[in-house]
């Protein structure tokens, strides 16, 4: 592969273009939501009363309230190689989350459930790529796009097992489909477009030991661990000719998803501030789908193990301040560092990023922001780098619901 890389975007309804995305799946969401997108994510080891917990459905039964969050997703990328450079500009809806406890005692929640839609993976890339093929003189020049992704539909429900020990299990159906199109620029061989369905079911099992009321000042301590099971997804691939617009061939397979285990721990006190930390696993070496097995020497051969670490942290001055919306304001701030499956060349792609945020109240509800600075890849060692901003918006309602009247 040579390094001259040529990209083109379309922006509207969909995040940035990215050449990573062209690997796997494209590029996988976080489940955090825009209030713990500040933190970096913390949220697998954090109860919170006053927000959906989506990273570890053990943890939602500390939702006391009826809550609805929906948000959405900004953001702008520069991505550069040795010899050009481009800036792309995208967004679009984020998450859609509603979340209720379902059984309670006088004393804490027992059972809690939640229901969302958000997306899963996003491919959007276009590059040209100039190579060599063996056996033949000169170079072939190829143009390369990719559009499409996949989708999340599913419904958490965490149970209180012990006074400080719950259990959860999220149940996703995931579906969607992804494109990838290689254009001949220098041949007369007709441009292939590869079109895979997919969808299928997967689940994570979500575990959560959280001690309050440690100490004089009232600390929590709490432990979280969320391990996602390997699944298999139904996948539909119809290989189509620009030249006749009808599929050469079709193929029906699975996609093979690998299990992934993220843990964290995390300390807060009385609502007033939290810190934590979480580290996520995924081995994406047993990753498979029907592409991969009819071209077992593509990009999806050299996937390899990935992982995130975050250290994130937030802090409320005075939650019942009766003036002053700064004082009741929630600020956050985190980093992260992770390492993507991705090999391009051979080498390892990492990631570093900065993010804060901060919520304002509005009674019961607020308006969650969060934003995140960082760097992906390199230009010597990967051939593109990408330096991105992006901003999430939320909104957050809560209420109080199946509550009998005592007085008619």
């Known amino acids: 592969m040579v390094g001259l890389i040529v990209f083109t975007s379309q922006a509207w309804g969909q995040v940035a273009s990215s050449p990573f995305s062209q690997y ?16 970096a994510g913390l949220g697998v080891s954090l109860p ?5 917990n989506n990273q570890n459905p053990a943890l939602l039964v500390y939702n006391t309230f009826a809550s609805f969050q929906g948000g959405l997703l900004a953001e702008s990328t520069k991505i550069s190689s040795s010899s050009a450079s481009e800036k792309f500009k995208g967004g679009n809806m984020n998450y859609l989350v509603v979340a209720f406890p379902v059984k309670h005692n006088k004393f804490r929640n027992i059972w809690g459930t939640s229901l969302g839609l958000m997306p899963y993976s996003s491919s ?26 996949l989708t999340q539909l599913y419904w958490s429900n965490g149970v209180r097992i012990l006074p400080d020990f719950s259990l959860g299990l999220k149940t996703s159906y995931i579906f969607g489909s992804i494109d990838h ?4 620029v220098t041949t007369q061989a007709p441009s292939i477009e590869k079109k895979a369905f997919m969808k299928g079911f997967k689940f994570d099992v979500g575990a959560s030991y959280s001690k309050d009321s440690i100490g004089a000042k009232n600390y929590r301590v709490s432990v979280g661990a969320v391990y996602g099971i390997s699944t298999n997804l139904r996948t539909f691939l119809s290989n189509i000719s620009s030249s006749t617009g009808a599929a050469i061939d079709s193929t029906d ?6 299990s992934h285990i993220t843990g964290g721990v995390s300390i807060s006190r009385d609502g007033k501030w939290a810190i934590g930390t979480e580290y996520t696993y995924q081995d994406w070496t047993s990753f498979s789908t029907v592409s991969l097995q009819q071209n077992p020497t ?23 301040a009766a003036e002053g919306i700064f004082k009741r304001m929630t ?16 080498n390892k792609v990492n990631d570093v990023g900065v993010n804060f945020g901060f919520s304002i109240p509005t009674g019961r509800s607020s308006i969650d922001l969060g934003f995140k600075v960082g760097k992906r890849g390199s230009k010597t060692e990967t051939v ?23 007085f008619d």
């Open 124 to 149: 959007k890339y276009s590059f040209t790529n100039t190579r060599t093929i063996e056996g033949k003189s000169g170079t072939t020049v190829e143009n390369n796009t990719g559009t499409g992704g």
């Open 181 to 184: 199109t290689t254009e001949f």
């Open 331 to 346: 600020y956050r701030l985190g980093v992260t560092t992770e390492q993507y499956p991705y090999r391009p060349l051979g």
């Open 298 to 320: 593509s990009l999806d051969s050299h996937l390899s193990k990935s992982w995130r670490f975050s250290f994130g942290g937030e802090f409320t001055p005075d939650v019942e």
């Open 384 to 406: 593109i780098q990408e330096n991105y901003f992006k901003v999430y918006l939320g909104v957050t309602f809560n209420d109080i619901w199946f509550i009998k009247r005592k």
């Open 253 to 258: 397979g699975h996609t093979h998803l690998p």
């Open 48 to 52: 919170q009363s006053w927000y959906i």
């Open 24 to 39: 796997a799946l494209g590029e996988t969401y976080s489940n955090s939501l825009a209030n713990t997108q500040g933190s």
